[in-house]
């Protein structure tokens, strides 16, 4: 009998309870339902995230140990030369790492006239138009674009990567395997690549 009265003492209170659950989180729901984030406002904070950690390495790694310490050099066969990795070269290390962990994005470093065939772009129709947008517009704005990849939808954006240094110039046009030699300061050398699924 004392049983009885405790079991349906619990299953009132635990159905209040869950009545009051309930009503509070529908309210919560109505009154503070977050707006979600755009597919550009996204690939632009990754690219932010990308672009910034590239500068920095550039400037306060490679640029300071090798041009104003002149303790170590930079070289593309960094292994090898015990040196520094280009940044180009890092940043491709991260993309291939972010790949190798099935990330549900993608993102890569390309150009039109690639030093590294591997970079080279148009892979996907819109990538390439991507590529042409920014170029055309010396990189004023970004490419948003979407397109069907093996029946998944994705949003694709494309950033302007801009000779931002004489050395970006000089290096890339001097390059046995550089497909352009008339590179100039300012100058779209290429683009960085963001891909993301639109309904998973
Ligand atoms: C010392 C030489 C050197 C310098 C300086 C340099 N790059 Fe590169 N860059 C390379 C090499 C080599 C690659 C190919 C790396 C790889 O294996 O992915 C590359 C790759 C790239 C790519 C990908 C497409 C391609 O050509 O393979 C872009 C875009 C690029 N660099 C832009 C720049 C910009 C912008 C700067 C200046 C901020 C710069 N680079 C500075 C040598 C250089």
């Not at 070289?75 to 990795?85: F, I, R």
Request: charged residues 20%; proline residues 4%; negative net charge.
């Amino acid at each position: 009998m004392k049983k009885t009265i405790i079991i349906t003492i619990a299953l009132g209170l635990s159905a209040i309870t869950g009545w009051l659950a309930t009503g509070c989180s529908k309210t919560e729901i109505v009154e503070v339902a977050p707006p979600g984030v755009s597919f550009e406002k996204l690939t632009d904070a990754l690219h932010m995230v990308l672009e910034n950690d590239r500068t920095v390495y550039t400037q306060k790694v490679v640029n300071r140990l090798v041009k104003e310490d002149k303790v170590i050099k930079a070289s593309e066969h960094w292994s090898e030369d015990q040196a520094l990795p280009l940044p180009a070269q890092m940043f491709r290390m991260g993309a291939e790492l972010t790949a190798s962990k099935d990330a549900w994005f993608s993102y890569s470093l390309q150009s039109l006239w690639p030093i590294n065939k591997s970079n080279a772009a148009g892979q996907t129709e819109v990538e390439k138009k991507g590529l042409e947008f920014v170029a055309a517009n010396g990189g004023a704005e970004p490419f948003y674009g979407q397109e069907t990849l093996g029946g998944q939808n994705y949003f694709t954006a494309v950033y302007a990567d801009v000779a931002v240094a004489p050395v970006c110039v000089s290096c890339h046009n001097e390059h046995k395997d550089s497909p352009k030699t008339d590179f100039k300061l300012g100058d779209v050398m290429g683009g960085v690549v963001i891909r993301i699924p639109m309904d998973s």
